[in-house]
């Protein structure tokens, strides 16, 4: 792009992803016709990327409040109150048309960006969490994405030191060509030392640190928010190269200052980098900025204004220093080997103004460049309900023994054992690490503390597609649940909107439906959102994504030297109790989606009765606090005795089951997938059920722990060793084949 | 027992051995930044884990041209503890105080879980609080774990009892199954001529608490502040 081009044709605003009532607005805002710079900072402050013009009209609906809350969306991430003076900062983002596009680097900066996003708030990052979504495993890029994906979240988060304590992964045609990358970061920082962005003081420095500017990444955002189609490969230099080590650094320096009082406001560089950066800050704080572009370093001779303000170079920070402490500033980021830049000032002027070789190349009232941003309430069409499948309807055709249909299951893309996923993230650095992958939720200490946090993410999109508000229940529903299995109390989540083109109705039905089950959920279990991303056009060639909005949810364990129980058996001869109903729902099973030819994916997705959850969930987590259960696990994908094996394998102790006479079909009553359950296991049973009858909790034994094998009473059985070789071999057995 | 542990642009295992360290010795160690040629007198060097340099152009490359590196050697030449661990391992073998190098694991992947190592040698300040032939469980997690040197100095490390660790199986057993990164004989962990360097692929300082899953590290740490104090 060329600063002196005359006139900005109808091309060139359509190329920008403006529509002509857009560029029309911003003529009204100018007065004028805008420079190129001006455009491009329109554009990508205008993209749904960084406007959520699409869904803020929803999103301000969610619940965002509780007495712990100390900051919700808004800010660069979330913050809540975990006692003793601590908080704790969280946020989930999405990397999913980069990560598509080069998988390695994608994933990396999705992680890198994340973490900035926490760190720039004033929280060391304590944990990496990440939930991902690929195509069918036969589709022919999907192995190579997984590949590249896996390693580029690993290669980021074990360079910084950070450790990736868990996550999920699904496999889905519809991800074929839009595969999810969503990343979430965990930090701790404490109350009095919580840094935002809003800039202040006449005059004051804003200084420019981490990285140099190179062209990299230039229209990232505009390229996320935008559909797919067949030459969407074309699109790769719009996606940023990521240096971890170079956050490492960043990461320590912006600590090492912020332990000082120097720091006004400081915010990262993520998306739209320096325009969003410097563009939030003087709209948070009611002033302007003033920036001598030539100051800005750069990595390359000649970039052009434009080229500066819309680079998404990764590793950036922006901040403004209290008078005085510019050299202090600068001395922490020179040992750490960092550029330290003052490139512009805090004006008194409202406005974003811009000079380069002495010329002022943009001239931007700030207020209504935010406030006037395109906001839509598109047309929206309800998902037309699917029928309730009945068990016997559900099951014609699948005649196979329990036994073989849990060997297949656990051995299943969406079920298989995720160890040669997590193997490759360093999980254990930081030292704190209580509860490593493969559990309910990640356990991560407090440093120097009892204290510790849960965390997890959820989602289950077969739900969503066939209703999106039941979906968007379970979503919070199961985060909040796992959680609770581990015996925490739950305290809020972060959400990430995964959704194909909102401008086609049954998308934003779907967008529509998931935010009401979601707000639903949120207010009955006071688990509200304080943090969150949006991504939209998660498309190709007309085909969305199934809805996935990915829940990030986090939750505090007093004392984790009481309070914990495993989710494995953790001694013989234990009662196996369900806590909860068991209906028998296969309506999109995974007992379905394995085995059916007719009923795959098809049906009603199981109701969620969120007063059921509560009273359920909160009297499971008593039983844990008060040491009243040796093991908690949650029921979910796969029903009740994929739940069973899954302690079983972690335990290493096997389980006789003995199946309730229900009078349902026993496939049915094994693999359903009713919400709001959990397994516990007890050498006192009779004093559970008590307490469960007393507190009006369904509750029923359902057998016995103990020996190497899971049997069902009538010879029907599966040694752990052979169920271990199938839950295992699934994942690398398919990323072995080259 | 005065302990220094080296940070490098990059380290990120720094913090977990001062906690290792300070719950064996009861006082926490130097924090010593790699620019700063004038270390103090200590009685033990650590140099931790970490991607010290990014792992750029090769791992340890880099921090082994530290301006405190060249300290670090003349302290073990003269007979100072000096324990690298990881990335440390790597640096200590750039800078030549131990011999061969590690390549990228044979797996082509990063690696982090526990594994079962065989103690080989029990007579130095790091291993004397572990029994010959003792089977320990602690975690790697690398990208270059793969031992290699040549077939003269790999018999010579035999020969001269300068393995400290072989990854092994549950049971002892040194077989292929079990060596997590391609190391040659499984080497894990080896010593200098002097037995005062160590390096090792494994975390001893991640298994240190219980709470953890495990304390299999914490007699490295417990026989160095043992050693140490009654040497000074």
Known sequence: MNETTPTITPEIVAEHGLTPEEYERVLRIMGREPKMTELGIFSVMWSEHCSYKSSKFWLKKLPTEAPWVICGPGENAGVIDIGDGKACIFKMESHNHPSFIEPYQGAATGVGGIMRDVFTMGA????????????????????????GVVAGIGGYGNCMGIPTVGGEMNFDPSYNGNILVNAMTVGIADQDKIFYSAAAGLGNAVVYVGSKTGRDGIHGATMASAEFDDDSEDKRPTVQVGDPFTEKLLLEACLELMATDAIIAIQDMGAAGLTSSSVEMSDKGGVGIEFDLDQVPVREEAMTPYEIMLSESQERMLMVVKPGREDMARAIFEKWELDFAIIGRVTDTNRLVLKSGGEVVCDIPVPPLVAEAPE?????????????????????????????????????????????????????????????????????????????????????????????????????????????????????????????????????????????????????????VVSGNVSLYNETNGTGILPTPAIGGVGLIEDVNDDLTGTGFAARDDAIVVIGDTAGHLGRSMLLRVFSDSQSDAGAPPPVDLDAERRNGDFVRDLIVNGRVSACHDVSDGGILVAIAEMALSGGIGADILPPDTGMPALAWLFGEDQARYIVTSNAPDDLLAAAKSAGIPAIVVGTTGGAVLTMGDGNSISLSDLRNAHESWLPDYMAVV | MKAAVIVSPGSNCDRDVQVALRQSAGSDPIMH????????????????????????????????????????????????????????????????????????????????????????????????????????????????????????????????????????????????????????????????????????MPHPERLADAMLGGTDGRPMFDGLVEALATAA
């Open chain 1, 124 to 147: 060391r990052p304590v944990a990496n969490m990440n939930a991902l979504r690929f195509g069918a495993p036969e589709h022919p890029k999907t192995r190579h994405l997984v590949s």
């Open chain 2, 33 to 200: 930044w790699h620019g700063d040629a004038n270390l103090p007198d200590v009685d033990l060097i650590v140099v931790p884990g970490g991607f010290s340099y990014g792992d750029y152009l090769r791992a340890g490359a880099l921090a082994a041209q530290s301006p405190v590196i060249r300290e670090v050697v003349a302290r073990a030449n003269q007979g100072v503890p000096v324990l690298g661990i990881c990335n440390g391992f790597q640096i200590l073998t750039e800078c030549g105080l131990l011999p061969g190098v590690l390549m990228r694991n044979a797996g082509l992947k990063f690696i982090c879980r526990d594994v079962d190592l065989r103690v080989e040698a029990t007579d130095t300040v790091f291993t004397r609080d572990y029994v010959n032939g003792q089977i320990i469980r602690i975690p790697v997690a690398h990208n270059e774990g793969n031992y290699f040197a040549d077939d003269d100095t790999l018999n010579r490390l035999d020969g001269e009892d300068r393995v400290a660790f072989r990854y092994c199986s549950p049971e002892g057993a040194v077989t292929a199954a079990d060596n997590p990164n391609g190391a040659a004989r499984n080497i894990a962990g080896i010593l200098n001529e002097g037995r005062n360097v160590l390096g090792m």
């Open chain 1, 376 to 528: 839509y309430e598109r047309p929206w069409v309800p998902t037309p309900p699917s029928p309730v499948l009945a068990a016997a309807d559900a099951l014609a055709g699948i005649d196979i023994s329990p036994t073989e249909a849990l060997a297949k299951l656990v051995a299943s893309p969406d079920l298989c054992s995720r160890r040669w996923v997590w193997e490759q993230y360093d999980h254990m650095v930081m030292g704190d690490t209580v509860r490593r992958p493969g559990g309910d939720a990640a356990i991560v200490r407090v440093h120097g503390t009892d204290r510790a946090l849960a965390i997890t993410t959820d989602c289950t999109p077969r739900y969503c597609v066939a209703d999106p508000v039941q979906g968007g229940r379970q979503a919070v529903a199961e985060a909040w649940r796992n959680l609770t299995a581990s015996g925490a109390k739950p305290l809020a989540i972060t959400d990430n909107m995964n959704f194909g083109n909102p401008e086609r109705p049954e998308i934003m039905g779907q967008f529509a439906g998931c935010i009401e089950g979601m707000t639903e959920a949120c207010l009955a279990l006071d688990f509200p």
